[in-house]
């Protein structure tokens, strides 16, 4: 059962960044895609980012050109980088890695226990 462990959230004021960093319990495949989600207050888990093993990379609308995830097979890590922070970024960040036949972002795959970011006006 592998482990995710998210870090780097807390409060930031609009405009600023930070850095989001997911370690895993054990070697991270270089088969399963991983992400990252986000819940805001009284909304659905939305998808965030996601890499593949090929490290192809996926944003959501919101956050292109502000968000970059990064994966560290010698650290066993998935990073999101967010920069611009909006505080409609606010919200428990997620992170994910798939779990076939699960697909990424299922029930099913690993999930962390999650991260606040908090994005202050």
């Known amino acids: 059962q592998v482990q995710l462990v998210e870090s780097g959230g807390g409060l930031v004021q609009a405009g600023g960044s930070l850095r989001l960093s997911c370690a895993a319990s054990e070697t991270i495949s270089s088969i399963n895609a991983m992400g990252w989600y986000r819940q805001a207050p009284g909304k659905q888990r939305d998808l965030v980012a996601t890499i593949t093993s090929g490290g192809r990379t996926n944003y959501a609308d919101s956050v292109k050109g502000r968000f970059t995830i990064s994966r560290y097979y010698a650290k066993n890590t998935v990073d999101l980088h967010m920069n611009e922070l909006k505080p409609e970024d606010t919200g428990v960040y997620y992170c994910?890695?798939?779990?076939?036949?699960?697909?990424?972002?299922?029930?099913?795959?690993?999930w962390g226990q999650g991260t606040q970011v908090t994005v202050s006006s």
């Open positions: 994910t890695m798939e779990r076939p036949p699960s697909g990424l972002g299922s029930s099913g795959g690993y």
